[in-house]
C-alpha cells in the first residue's frame, strides 16, 4: 500500500510538472487496462486532474471522445 500510495504522489507531481495535455493520453490508456487495480488508480488520476485542470482536461476529455465516438462509428 505504501508504494501504491508514493507512485500515486509521483505520478501527481509529474502531472503538475507536466500539462495535462501531455499527461492525460497516458492517464486514458491505463483506463484501458485489464487489471482493475490500474483502472481505480486511473479513475483516481483523472478525478484530480479534473480538481485542478478542469478547462484543460474538459477539451481533451471532449476530443477524445469525440475520436473514440468516430473509430466505434467507422469500424
Known amino acids: ?5 508514493k507512485m ?3 505520478i501527481k507531481q509529474i ?5 495535462a ?5 497516458y ?3 491505463g483506463l484501458r487496462s485489464r487489471n482493475n ?9 483523472v478525478g484530480f486532474l479534473l ?3 478542469v478547462s484543460e482536461v474538459k477539451s481533451l476529455y471532449i476530443l ?4 473514440f465516438g468516430f473509430a466505434l462509428k467507422n469500424a
Not at 15 to 19: E, G, K, Q, V
Not at 37 to 44: F, G, K, L, Q, W
Open 1 to 5: 500500500a505504501q508504494v501504491r500510495e
Open 8 to 10: 500515486r504522489e509521483l
Open 15 to 19: 502531472i503538475l510538472t507536466y500539462s
Open 21 to 25: 495535455a501531455k499527461t492525460f493520453p
Open 27 to 29: 492517464i486514458q490508456e
Open 37 to 45: 487495480r490500474t483502472r481505480i488508480e486511473c479513475v483516481d488520476l
Open 51 to 53: 480538481e485542478n485542470h
Open 64 to 67: 477524445s471522445f469525440c475520436s
